[in-house]
């Protein structure tokens, strides 16, 4: 019988093809649960991104099929969404017994390659790291959807445009059957997941928003809050410890305490974490990639199904609202000194 684990690329290229259509071109990396793929999409012939989900061997065949299913219905899920912030999934076929999520192809690499390859990064530089994933998680959560699985592996920086782009949205629901629960046994490391969820609490926004703080945190301090050498002392520290404090964080210090709070009621919510993010990231936001509490922008999905937690809209705090009015005044400002000078000069002519 076959590793189930192993990766099938020969097996499902029985015919050079995944589901008839996705051609595997080149491993671009791999997690604790599968490999990323670059691959052509010989129909509309163009580069996506193909993710093998493997699955750990000793399942039974009825165990593999449920998770199979259960991977069509995140990816169906995570497929409504359309934000600049988020990869966009494409398409998800079950073949070779194991699903594979077809996706929109980010080049670049991935925030956890880039402080493995170059060092912690500056502040401001993550502060609008912070921003566009905000927005992202903002427009999920608006819609009932929840990543449940932030961490630097999972934030893609695209080269081209220097943008943080989330993947793997929903995909932590089908890899936690097994990296939680296998074996009783910890497979993943937990370093970026919730309190809450590792007191078997369901996820919620709150929960993506801490390990939105855990991933600003490795990104300026180059480790997770809580590293420990073991996986269950890293369940022990976020449970029950203070994280180390951050020595280069400067003016992301405030955000990373606010959303590392271990109580999800008193932790910092988005509108708050938005306003300290603007003021760390030392200039204003990219107008195109909507945050939560500012107007939905180019942010689209389509409410199929009811909220799997409250979607409050984030509030917007005092900060941020400040923030906007003195960007207002500021224009304000600014056209009509324009316009006094444009006067000036046709009275002079
Ligand atoms: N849509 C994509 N476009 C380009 N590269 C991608 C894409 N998705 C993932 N990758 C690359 O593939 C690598 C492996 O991704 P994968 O999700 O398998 O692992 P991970 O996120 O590091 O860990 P885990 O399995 O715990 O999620 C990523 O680090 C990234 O470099
Ligand atoms: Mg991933």
């Known amino acids: 019988m076959r590793d189930e684990s192993a990766p099938a690329a020969e097996d499902a290229q029985r015919d050079g093809l995944v589901a008839h259509r996705y051609r595997l071109l080149a491993e671009l ?45 995140e990816a169906r899920s995570a497929a409504r969404l359309s934000h600049p912030g988020v990869v ?18 980010v080049r670049g690499r991935s ?20 921003l566009e994933l905000l927005g992202a998680l903002g427009a999920a959560h608006a819609v ?18 220097g943008r943080a782009v989330l993947t793997d949205f929903g995909i932590a629901v089908i890899e936690g059957e097994a990296t939680l629960t296998q074996n009783g046994g910890v497979l993943g490391s937990p370093a970026y997941i919730a309190p809450e969820r590792m007191r078997g609490g369901r996820a919620r926004p709150e929960s993506d928003l801490w390990a939105l703080g855990a991933t600003l945190y490795a990104a300026v301090e ?10 269950v002392a890293v369940f022990g520290a976020v449970l029950t410890e203070e994280p180390d404090p951050p020595v280069r964080a400067g003016p992301l210090r405030p955000v990373l305490d606010g959303l590392l709070h271990k109580d999800p009621a008193r932790r910092m919510g988005a509108g708050t974490a938005e306003a300290l993010l603007i003021v760390a990231g030392g200039n204003g936001p990219d107008p195109t990639w909507p945050v939560p509490g500012r107007s939905a922008g180019p942010a689209t999905a389509a409410p199929a199904r009811p909220p799997t937690a409250p979607a409050a809209a984030p509030a917007t705090v005092p900060a941020a609202a400040a923030w906007r009015a003195g960007g207002v005044l500021f224009y304000v400002g600014t056209a009509l000194l324009v316009a006094g000078a444009l006067v000036a000069l046709l009275m002079m002519s």
Do not use: C, Y
């Not at 793929?37 to 449920?66: F, I």
């Open 29 to 73: 990396g791999r997690g604790g649960m599968g490999v990323v793929w670059r691959a052509r999409d010989e129909v509309l012939d163009r580069e996506v991104a193909v993710k093998e989900m493997l699955m750990p061997g000793g399942r039974s065949e009825a165990e593999r099929s449920a998770t199979a299913r259960r991977a069509v219905r």
């Open 88 to 105: 966009k999934v494409f398409d998800v076929v079950v073949e070779d017994a194991r699903p594979w999520v077809v996706m929109e192809l």
């Open 111 to 130: 925030l956890q390659e880039a402080i493995r390859r170059d060092g912690p990064l500056p502040p401001g530089r993550a502060a609008r790291i912070g």
């Open 144 to 161: 009932g959807i929840l990543h449940r699985d932030v961490k630097p592996g999972n934030v893609l920086l695209d080269e081209a445009t």
């Open 222 to 231: 180059g480790r997770a809050p809580f590293h420990r050498e073991d996986p």
